[in-house]
């Protein structure tokens, strides 16, 4: 019985080490959220407006620009995939990924091609292992993206979106990440990034009461265009590594604290264990002092007669 408890004792101990971990690891995680919160807000201004002047430009122009103009029969697509570099955040890039592969399967069906771009060693991982072809991936940062990151990531978009088809280019660029609407709620969403739609921006800014303004283009609309394109993908990227950098983070708290609940459910329920463990074995210990002393009872008495 003794070995028993002593079971039941390193048990007990190696669970309570797990606990403090995954308990350290929720507070790092929480601490993370508001600061990722704090950039992405601070993002957002210039990501809005930014939006509204190329709206602006296309609209008061007939440029046909990569950036706003449709394709008469798309053929291929570009998707950037966001995921996280590191686990312990349940299935935040999971559901991340099975965004993009729904996402995958529509434009299949629409009978265009499509080219895959990767951020996060698990989404990487996850292609890697079943030897599908990824055409540039990026790690190293996904919990505390830079501007940098995005200007990085969208070079080579530009480059797809701008080429002609026939080269290597793309006629639509997606992009696939963990939108953060709250603590509590994540939501794996993909877009559009280019072409733009103008008649959404509009419809927009007509339902909120704004008036998008007329401009004359120095020295040509289009060249207003090739000036905002990077512009407008780098912002774009940047705020959507910063929203799943916030999922990432919410995602892991969420999922941290759920270790640590079940850990200190498993020490209970082990601790239940051990203290029955360890009052049978008194009780066997009592036993078996009664027992010896009415046996040496029986034997005295024996030996006076």
């Keep these: ?69 449709e394709a008469e029969a798309p053929a291929r697509a570009a998707v950037l995939l966001i995921t996280s570099d590191r686990g312990l955040a349940g299935g935040y890039s999971s559901n991340a990924i099975k965004a993009a592969e729904r996402l995958r399967e529509r434009l299949a069906a629409e009978g265009k091609e499509v080219d895959t771009y990767i951020v996060g060693r698990k989404g990487v991982a996850y292609y890697g292992f079943r030897e599908r072809k990824v055409e540039e991936s990026w790690t190293g940062f996904t919990d505390s993206p830079a501007y940098s990151d995005a200007k990085n990531i969208a070079a080579p978009l530009i480059e797809a979106i701008t080429a002609p088809t026939a080269e290597g280019g793309v006629d639509e660029l997606h992009i696939v990440f963990t939108e953060f609407v709250s603590m509590m709620t994540q939501n794996p969403v993909d877009n559009r990034m280019l072409p733009l739609s103008l008649d959404t921006v509009v419809e927009e800014s007509s339902t909120k009461g704004e008036i998008l303004p007329l401009f004359d283009f120095e020295p ?86």
Excluded: C, F
């Design 1 to 69: 019985m003794g070995a028993q408890l002593r079971v039941y004792k390193r048990r007990i101990q190696a669970v309570t080490a797990t606990k403090k971990i995954t308990k350290a690891m929720e507070m790092i995680a929480a601490s993370r959220i508001v600061k990722a919160q704090r950039k992405v807000a601070a993002s957002m201004p210039y990501a809005t407006e930014l939006t509204r002047a190329v709206t602006a430009v296309a609209t008061g122009s007939t440029t046909k620009h990569p950036l706003t103009t």
């Design 220 to 305: 040509s609309a289009e060249d207003v265009l090739d000036a905002l394109l990077p512009r407008y993908v780098e912002s774009r990227i940047y705020n959507a590594l910063l929203q799943a950098a916030a999922s990432e983070h919410a995602a892991r708290r969420r999922a941290m604290k759920s270790a640590t609940d079940n850990a200190g459910d498993l020490i209970k329920s082990l601790s239940r264990l051990a203290n029955a463990a360890r009052q049978a074995e008194i009780t066997q210990e009592i036993s078996e002092i009664v027992g010896g002393a009415s046996a040496l009872a029986d034997a005295t008495a024996g030996s006076d007669k």
